[in-house]
């Protein structure tokens, strides 16, 4: 069974970092697209970040680029959020997902999810 599995999250000033980390069990990560996407309260739920197969990342959302970086140890399994210069407006649910096609920001392409994690920025 697949199974996706997210950590690292918490309570964070503003500035500060966080890696989010998405555990992978049931089958290899090697082989699918990684999303990172996040919901706000009373947003909808936003890719943020993609990383692809072969490595290469995509960035969503502008907000976050030059603070957020993805990256996969396929020896571990795991794919890592890691979280620079946090912002208030960064605070939402986070989640895994793993899609065995190309990279997407569109949640409904991704068929396996975590139960996400808890990111609140705030001091």
């Known amino acids: 069974q697949l199974q996706l599995v997210e950590s690292g999250g918490g309570l964070v000033q503003p500035g500060g970092s966080l890696r989010l980390s998405c555990a992978a069990s049931?089958?290899?990560?090697?082989?699918?697209?990684i999303g990172w996407f996040r919901q706000a309260p009373g947003k909808e739920r936003e890719g943020v970040l993609c990383?692809?197969?072969?490595?290469?990342?995509?960035n969503y959302v502008d907000s976050v680029k030059g603070r957020f970086i993805m990256s996969r140890d396929n020896a571990k399994n795991t794919v890592y959020l890691q979280m620079n210069s946090l912002k208030p407006e960064d605070t939402a649910v986070y989640f895994c997902a793993a899609e065995a096609g190309p990279c997407s920001s569109w949640d409904a392409a991704f068929g396996s999810w975590g139960q996400g994690t808890q990111v609140t920025v705030s001091s």
């Open positions: 049931g089958f290899t990560l090697d082989y699918y697209a």
């Open positions: 990383i692809s197969s072969s490595g290469d990342s995509t």
